[in-house]
């Protein structure tokens, strides 16, 4: 069983800022300020003492701390060699079993996370501990972050592409990228598209640049992820992957022509395509929804013939 830690000495924990761990402007640090935030994002993740949640970028450890108290088990990646070293000293200090620090970046961390169905106790603290699964309806741990900014899509992603995703994600990240990734048509974009074939996205609230330090030039939001089960198959969503992106490429012009040059394919073809599909070739590529994107896609190998 992991040590209750009360909330008086967890917000003393994370709030400290020792001179050697201050934030590094190229690895997007912004550390959340107000507890109050941090309890609103734990709060959406719905934890469980039998969850099992990965955090990225823990930074000094305003939430880590705050998941420990609510989760089965924590595995902290941080790639700042200081700050997962700083953690460390005050997991150790503090007699804190149930996390774990990964000091890697995460864009390189290979990880196939499973839950634990008990609270995971020191004997599972090795990451080897954590194996795959194949089934991405199967999963259950959950990712609860703040993100940093300048990796934060790509994070996304990386989890929600994985064959073992998540059950669901609550990350902070820049207000415009949350705004995209949740978006609908006629505001939609390559990020949204993609996101959303993976996910349900929900923006749950915005965050004033003035919660976080160093303060950044924008202002941030809550998303809920969930991810979903893909409708495609999986040999359809290399073509999906085709078609979007050259769909994307000039965002502001009409799809059809789009594509013609992308995919290099007649336009009477394009044409044809679309009436298939009941799409007017007219149309822009931000105002379509991802089952349209699909439709085309599930129809493509017509085209090609």
Same mark, same amino acid.
């Given at each position: *069983? ?12 994370? %709030?400290?800022?020792?001179?050697? @761990?201050?934030?590094? =402007?190229? $690895? ?65 200090? +503090? ?7 990964? +000091? ?19 004997? /599972?603290?090795? /990451? ?8 991405? /309806?199967?999963?259950?741990? #959950? ?13 996304? *992603? ?5 064959? +073992?995703?998540?059950?669901? *994600? ?9 705004? #995209? ?5 006629? #505001?939609?974009?390559? $990020? ?35 991810? =979903? ?16 992106? @050259? ?5 502001? =012009?009409?799809?059809? %022509? ?6 290099? &394919?007649?336009? %009477?073809?394009? +044409? ?21 994107? &699909? ?9 090609? *013939?």
């Amino acid at each position: *069983m992991h040590k209750t830690i009360s909330r008086d000495k967890i917000k003393n924990l994370s %709030n400290e800022r020792p001179a050697p @761990a201050g934030p590094i =402007k190229a $690895l997007g640090q912004n550390f959340l300020r107000y507890e109050k935030i941090v309890w609103q994002v734990i709060g959406v993740a719905n934890l469980k003492p039998s969850d099992t949640v990965i955090e990225v970028g823990p930074g000094k450890g305003a939430l880590t701390f705050k998941l420990a108290q609510k989760a089965g088990k924590v595995m902290a990646v941080e790639k700042d060699q200081r700050l997962a070293g700083l953690l460390q000293e005050k997991l150790s200090a +503090n007699d804190i079993k149930n996390v774990e620090i990964v +000091n890697e970046d995460i864009l390189n961390f290979q990880f196939s996370p499973q839950c634990y169905s008990e609270p995971a106790g020191e004997e /599972s603290r090795d /990451s080897s501990a954590i194996r795959p699964q194949n089934d991405r /309806s199967n999963s259950n741990y #959950k990712v609860v972050a703040n993100l940093p900014y300048n990796i934060a899509t790509a994070v996304i *992603m990386k989890f929600l592409e994985t064959k +073992n995703p998540p059950k669901l *994600m609550v990350v902070i990240v820049q207000k415009e990228i949350g705004q #995209k990734i949740a978006a609908k048509p006629p #505001k939609m974009s390559k $990020l949204s598209v993609f996101s959303q074939l993976y996910s349900e996205v929900k923006i749950v609230d915005y965050i004033s640049r003035k919660c976080f330090y160093p303060q950044p030039k924008v202002d941030g939001a809550i998303l809920l992820i969930q991810p =979903k089960k893909i409708i495609i198959k999986p040999k359809a969503l290399a073509i999906f992957t085709r078609i979007a992106r @050259a769909g994307f490429v000039w965002p502001r =012009k009409q799809l059809a %022509n789009n594509l013609a040059k992308g995919l290099d &394919i007649d336009k %009477n073809k394009i +044409n044809q395509w679309f009436g298939q599909n009941q799409i007017l070739p007219t149309r822009r590529p931000e105002t379509l929804t991802v089952e349209e994107w &699909i439709k085309l896609t599930e129809s493509f190998p017509q085209v090609i *013939m």
